[in-house]
């Protein structure tokens, strides 16, 4: 039950309303609130602010339609098909969409470098105009969208899935414990296969066990081919180590091959050639 709020501070009455607030979404719409190490440094107030936000949100969204983005937008008609505008106006026309959009708490990010102005004003003319997106306006409410969900380019994210989730974690001290890039069953470590996720794990683990640290990773050479389903990213790589006081470097040149799932289009990796280490 609400407390009624007698005898208690400003900053007492804040945090039994957030309770209660948490519990209502809680109860009502199945949301979940964890703990982290900044949950206590959150002032009261903005999390009083925050929780009334969402409470209205939920409500007004469950009385109001979804429409298109161009209708959210005020279906504006200054914005001329991209065929139809010039190389030497691309660039003013994408900033003065751009700009459109923030203006009405719309934002578009991308990640790849590979994707051109004129793609990115074709990508929103074309394709983001017609998604849908809740009618409900609130202080501060920003509805973003990132153009690589919808178009994936391969080519820019698998060198980074490749060296964020082997390379880099295979040469630190701490034991690795996870490879969410790789495919669960059937997978190469050089000439160990086939493994589970664990084995692939524990053969890492083992290499790393003889080593006390891992300094000064260099990576080059690195590039990447995609034919089909089927990825290959290749590099070079150099690394100091240090064990029970001696220093060595190892360094050689690595193969990592990636499949791609053909009903969600995520790239796992499936194997590993590495040189210059017996695993």
């Avoid at 982290?36 to 959150?42: M, P, T």
């Avoid at 414990?177 to 160990?192: A, G, K, V």
Wanted: proline content about 4%; charged content about 25%; overall charge negative.
């Amino acid at each position: 039950m609400r407390q009624d709020g007698q005898g208690m501070s400003h900053q007492e009455k804040l945090r039994a309303d957030n309770d209660y607030m948490k519990m209502k979404l809680m109860l009502e719409r199945g949301a979940k609130f964890g703990t982290s190490d900044f949950a206590g440094e959150l002032p009261p107030e903005i999390e009083n602010r925050f929780l009334r936000n969402v409470i209205e949100f939920e409500s007004l969204n469950e009385k109001r339609a979804f429409v298109k983005v161009y209708e959210k937008l005020g279906c504006p008609r200054q914005f001329i098909p991209v065929d139809r505008v010039p190389d030497a106006e691309i660039d003013a026309a994408w900033k003065e969409l751009l700009g459109f959009l923030n203006q009405h708490q719309v934002t578009i990010g991308v990640c790849s470098p590979n994707v051109k102005t004129r793609e990115l004003y074709r990508f929103v003319t074309e394709e983001l105009f017609d998604q849908q997106i809740s009618s409900v306006d609130l202080p501060g409410l920003v509805h973003g969208f990132i153009y690589d969900e919808f178009h994936p380019d391969p080519s820019f994210d698998n060198p980074r899935s490749v060296i964020e989730g082997f390379l880099e974690p295979l040469f630190s001290e701490r034991q690795v414990e996870n490879i969410h890039f790789f495919r669960r069953f059937d997978l190469r470590l050089n000439e160990h296969y086939p493994l589970t996720q664990r084995q692939f794990m524990n053969l890492l683990n083992h290499f790393k066990k003889r080593y006390d640290q891992f300094a000064g990773l260099k990576l080059g050479d690195i590039g990447c081919t995609v034919h089909g389903a089927v990825s290959e990213v290749t590099g070079d790589y150099q690394v100091e180590c240090s064990s029970g006081g001696s220093q060595s470097i190892l360094e050689g040149s690595w193969t990592v091959t990636l499949a791609e799932h053909a009903a969600n289009g995520v790239w796992d990796i499936c194997s590993v050639q590495i040189g210059g280490i017996d695993f």
